[in-house]
Every structure is written in C-alpha cells, then in structure tokens.
C-alpha cells in the first residue's frame, strides 16, 4: 500500500515519507479547481481578507505556495507575501514555482506552532488545511495572533469531517467511514466546528464564519476513501466483506453518475484588537 494523505499524521512528516513528492502532486491534484479559481480573481478570492498593496501577509502551513504567489501579485510592489511550510519539501517546491518571477514572495521552513518571527510582523495572516493535522492546534491559532499587527486580520480554513456524508446502499458503512476518518485517522477531525470559539479564546474581535458545502466527485476522493477503508479493516473499525461491498458500491454509482459526497468547510475570520483591553 504506497503511503497517502490517508496515512495518520502523514502531513506533519511530509519530508520522512516514502515518497516526499507523493504529497506534492496530492496537493496539486486537490487543489487545483480552487487554485485556478483564485488565479482569475486574486482580489476577489482573498477578499474576506482585505489584502492591499504594500501589506506583509503570511501564509503559513503555506504547501506548494500557488495561494502564497497570488498573495504576492495582491500586496506587490512594496508589501511581502511569506509562506512558511514545516516540510523542506515544500517550501523547496514553492521557492522553484516562484524563481522565475519578480514576485515579492519568499518561502521559509518552520513551525506554525513555534513561528521565528517577532510580535506584530505582519498585516495579515492565513492558515488553510493545517490546524487539523497538528497536535496543538490553539498553540498555532496562538502564534498566528502574535504575529499578526494590532489592527490586523488572521484566517484559517479547514473542514470539519464529522459534517462528511456518503450517499451508498449501506449507509451504516458511510457512517462508520466518517466517524473512523473523524475520530481515529484525522488528529482534529471536528476542528471546523470549534474554530469560531478559539478565535474568541485567542483573544480575536470581529470574528466572523463562514460556511461551504464541497460535493466533491469520486475521482477525489476515491483514494482518500479506499487506503482509509483498508486501514479500518486492518485496524478492526470495519468488517472486510461489508467494506468490500460498500467500496464497489461507490465505484458503481461513480460509473453511473450516482455517486454523491459532501462535507462543510469553514473559513474563520478575526482581527487583532487595536488597542489592549484594559
Ligand atoms: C494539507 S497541506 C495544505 C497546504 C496549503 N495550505 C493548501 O491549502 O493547499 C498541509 C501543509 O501543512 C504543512 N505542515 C504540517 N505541519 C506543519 C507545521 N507544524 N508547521 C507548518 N506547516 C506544517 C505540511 O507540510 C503541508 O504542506
């Protein structure tokens, strides 16, 4: 079995897998609808985030930097767009996509949770697919505040996959996918949901969420679904006959136009207080 995004903690150790590029080129497959829906209106997609000419925007957790690039082209000529990415690998892969153009954008290894940057160093921050895979995910909301100026705005972006639902005949099986994928493979599975309250815990004003339903097709999610299946079996989360028969099931509603997923995606917006409460 080649080792995938379903692999438990899988994204915090991009740079030990078996094939480092695997994660690239899942990133690129994945992305690539939001991607190129960002790259025809960059002012339009990053506009919950009022990104102006001349700011210092960070991207952390930043992957292959396509967002972190658009970021560039918003705050361009005088501001910066950094992305930081724990995986050399990434940030490696990010630094080729940007060689080639006078973009003010750098890419930087590090921490989400442990950020080397100091107070305030930037006008706005954002953070998408990240908090779900780390283990202290209010220490990362924590460090995205810090440096983030007063006045300033920080984001993050992540699903909550308890909403994940499967059409299938045998809907117990789609249920008991989504509770293992949930619970046991994704570390905060149900952070979507909790981010609107750590962003008031971190201390965040004018918090505002927003909600999205993606209904993605099989093609996406086929191997998200089958190397996660064949773990909750080997793991003893599912019976091998039931999920034999519930994976040709989706294969088959896929041949026939029937098949059917979805899951909500929430995007958490705050601002840094201008001033500290007294
Ligand atoms: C699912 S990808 C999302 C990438 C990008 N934000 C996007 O939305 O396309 C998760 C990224 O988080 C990075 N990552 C994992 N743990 C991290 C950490 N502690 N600090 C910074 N980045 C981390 C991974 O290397 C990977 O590039």
């Keep these: 079995m080649p080792q995938t995004p379903a692999d438990h903690a899988a994204w915090t150790s991009v740079d030990t897998a078996d094939d480092p590029a695997f994660f690239i080129r899942f990133l690129d497959a994945s992305r690539a609808r939001i991607v190129a829906t960002a790259a025809s209106d960059p002012g339009a997609f990053f506009a919950y985030l009022e990104v102006h000419p001349g700011q210092r925007v960070l991207d952390a957790a930043c992957g292959v930097g396509d967002l972190t690039r658009l970021l560039g082209l918003l705050v361009a000529p005088d501001g910066e767009a950094v992305g ?4 050399t690998t990434m940030v490696a892969e990010a630094r080729r996509r940007v060689e080639q153009s006078d973009l003010p ?20 921050v954002r953070a998408e697919q990240v908090l779900q895979h780390i283990p202290h995910p209010e220490t990362a909301l ?15 972006m992540e699903p909550d996959w308890d909403t994940l639902v499967i059409d299938a005949d045998n809907l117990a099986m789609s249920r008991a ?6 619970t046991v493979v994704v570390p905060n599975g149900s952070i979507g949901r909790r981010l609107p309250a750590m962003f008031r815990d971190a201390g965040l004003v004018d918090v505002d ?17 089958e190397s996660n299946t064949h773990n909750a079996v080997t793991e003893g989360f599912m019976v091998q006959s039931e999920a034999t028969a519930w994976l040709h099931d989706l294969e088959t509603r896929s041949a026939g136009g029937r098949f059917f997923a979805a899951f909500s995606y929430f995007q958490v917006v705050g601002r840094v ?3 500290a409460p007294s």
């Design 209 to 225: 969420c927003t909600a999205t339903v993606l209904l993605p097709p099989h093609s996406a999610l086929q191997e998200f679904i």
């Design 142 to 156: 924590a460090e995205l505040t810090r440096v983030t100026r007063p006045g300033g705005m920080v984001a993050v």
């Design 273 to 275: 207080a201008a001033t």
């Design 84 to 87: 930081v990415d724990f995986s």
């Design 105 to 124: 954008v750098r890419f930087e290894q590090g921490d989400i949770m442990a950020l080397d940057f100091p107070d305030h160093s930037f006008d706005r």
């Design 177 to 182: 996918f989504t509770v293992y994928n949930s």
